[in-house]
């Protein structure tokens, strides 16, 4: 059975990759299996429908044969068991991957978001000011540990994996700002990830989704 996503019929990023179904696309690019895409506007994430599939109201969640998933590192995990091609076969290498899936959504990405949310939900605070600097420290400090793994190589760990699908897409999200131009290996880095075929094709999706609902507004 074909697998079923879900992705935001209203993406606040304006399909620019951003939103957390890109991971799931891109995964599924990368071992070459179709996949079916259901648009859910908010209101329809808080229904008992899509609650049922995500207990928290969010995007993704991925439905196949019978299961319902949640939560990006889940369903990467899942596909990856399912399809070579996202995990090495060799049991120390595979476990080290995972480790760096963790890594990218518990370690790295937290952060992040919280400089996203201070942004849009806090700007008009009184302490926003004293607060940003506060959190950007945190953002550089994970950025030099990572700079300093990563150092020259090509990929996190060895050949590529889920984990760098993770990584990279969450260090996209820091994007517009200046944090990552410290460690230009770490833009590099992002760029090679770009640059992939199975990349673009999720990109040009999760995009076509906007472009389409752009053309509808202007033809109404």
Same mark, same amino acid.
């Given at each position: ?62 439905? /196949? ?86 150092? /020259?190589? /090509? ?66």
């Amino acid at each position: 059975m074909t697998p079923t996503i879900t992705a935001f019929a209203n993406s606040p990023d304006e399909g620019q990759g951003q939103a957390r179904d890109m991971r799931v696309r891109w995964a599924l690019e990368e071992v070459g299996a179709a996949y079916d895409v259901r648009l859910v506007t908010f209101a329809e994430m808080k229904a008992p429908e899509h609650l049922a599939l995500h207990p928290f109201g969010q995007i993704p969640t991925y439905e /196949e044969d019978g299961l319902a998933l949640f939560e990006t590192g889940a369903i990467l995990l899942h596909i990856a068991g399912r399809h070579p091609g996202l995990l090495p076969a060799d049991p120390h290498a595979k476990a080290r991957a995972i480790a760096w899936m963790f890594a990218a959504l518990n370690t790295v990405e937290p952060p992040i978001v919280e400089h996203e949310a201070a942004g849009y939900l806090e700007g008009d605070k009184p302490w926003h000011a004293e607060r940003m600097p506060i959190v950007e420290a945190r953002i550089a400090t994970r950025l030099a540990q990572l700079a300093a793994h990563l150092g /020259e190589a /090509e990929w996190i760990d060895g050949a590529f994996s889920a984990a760098d699908i993770l990584m990279i897409t969450v260090l996209r999200r820091l994007e517009g700002s200046n944090l990552l131009a410290a460690h230009p290996n770490l833009l590099a880095y992002v760029a090679r990830g770009e640059a992939r075929p199975t990349y673009q094709r999720a990109f040009a999706d999760q995009l076509a989704v906007f472009e389409g609902r752009d053309q509808s507004a202007e033809a109404d």
